[in-house]
């Protein structure tokens, strides 16, 4: 029986959440019988490693070699080009979708997309002419799409309004947790790129808010607001409790010392930050943004949900927690069950399935 043949294509395979779903979806495919090529717009240092039997297909710098306008039209040559020479019977979207289904236009392949932003999410949020154009493409191309894999309930919603097309929610799968055996700290974590729609700087205050005296607070990541946080921790007083990690690859290793994970995103599609603190055992306080993190808490069981910018209820839940060691243990343990629910095997084979059904 001959293997099915799936392209992934994505902008880069620079560090982030979409890269790594495609990364280990592409090793976990060829390990179960497909035939995988990742397909990249732009050529950039690979952070993740792609199985051998992966084929990976990257460019030639565009705008090096032709400049900023004539880059566009010399990207769209080079996607069609690669995946009409690969005659898949799935192209999968992730990222710049757009560009993905343009060059599809008239080829014999089924195209899947996926967005891995929030649905809400304005693609051009300061460019009213661009927004529009782009808006105007989604609505002329959209018969192109035969299939759509939303990461939340709320994000099928949203597709169905404006897709026709068959749309199946599949969460994201966690990647692999190291167990560390550490003695756990009186530490809230955060874990992500400082960064607007992180907004940690929410994190911060409500932690000013609370009365332990030897908790302390680590926000793991880096970014174009660090600094902001750290002069936002001073004026707050509470430098001297906050432990700023900056960007880590084996953030498991500093999960797995603390006891709560605060989450403070204003706006997501599906935070992997979020299931990882809870794999690592971790009892969630959560802003409740869209989307994702009412798909995954189930209120009061296995960690709160707080609307977005509460700061008042979002402390009192912290302190809620630091005061009752026992509700603090429980919900650690139940929020730790999202290892069974988010699985790599169980979610890898409904997109497979999805994507290359066997019938």
């Not at 630091?322 to 169980?346: C, F, P, Y």
Request: hydrophobic residues 40%.
């Amino acid at each position: 029986m001959e293997k099915k043949k799936i392209v992934i294509v994505l902008p880069k395979l620079t560090p982030g959440g979409t890269e790594r779903t495609a990364v280990v979806l592409a090793n976990y495919m060829v390990e179960n019988g497909s035939d995988v090529t990742v397909l990249v717009m732009f050529k950039r240092v690979n952070f993740y490693e792609l199985h051998p039997k992966v084929k990976l297909i990257e460019p030639t710098n565009f705008r090096d070699k032709y400049g900023k306008i004539l880059s566009f039209p010399a990207l769209l040559w080079y996607l069609r080009k690669n995946i009409k020479a690969e005659e898949p019977d799935a192209v999968f979207c992730l990222g710049y979708m757009l560009l993905g289904i343009l060059t599809s236009v008239g080829l014999k392949t089924r195209v899947i997309i996926s967005g891995r932003s929030s649905p809400d999410r304005v693609r051009f949020p300061g460019n009213a002419l661009f927004n529009g154009f782009y808006n105007f493409c989604y609505s002329i191309f959209k018969f192109r799409i035969d299939g759509i894999i939303a990461q939340t309930n709320y994000a099928k919603e949203v597709y169905q309004k404006k897709y026709s097309c068959p749309i199946v929610v599949i969460p994201n799968f966690l990647r692999e947790i190291k167990d560390y055996q550490h003695d756990r700290r009186n530490l809230i974590v955060t874990l992500g790129r400082c960064s607007y729609e992180k907004a940690q700087h929410f994190l911060l205050e409500a932690f000013s808010k609370i009365h332990a005296p030897d908790w302390k607070l680590a926000i793991i990541g880096d970014g174009p607001l660090i600094e902001d946080l750290k002069n936002q921790a001073k004026q707050l007083n509470i430098a001297e409790k906050v432990e700023f990690c900056g960007f880590q690859k084996e953030v498991d290793f500093y999960l797995s010392q603390a006891k709560i994970f605060g989450f403070t995103s204003i706006i997501e599609g599906y935070p992997n930050a979020l299931i990882e603190g809870m794999a690592n055992g971790l009892a969630p306080v959560s802003f409740n943004c869209v989307a994702g993190p009412s798909d995954i808490i189930n209120q009061g069981e296995n960690g709160f949900l707080i609307p977005v910018g509460d700061v008042t209820l979002f402390a009192e839940k912290l302190q809620l927690l630091i005061d009752n060691e026992l509700v603090l243990q429980e919900m650690g343990s139940k929020a730790s069950r999202i290892r069974q629910t988010n699985d790599l095997k169980i979610i890898a084979e409904q997109y497979k399935e999805f994507l290359l059904p066997s019938a």
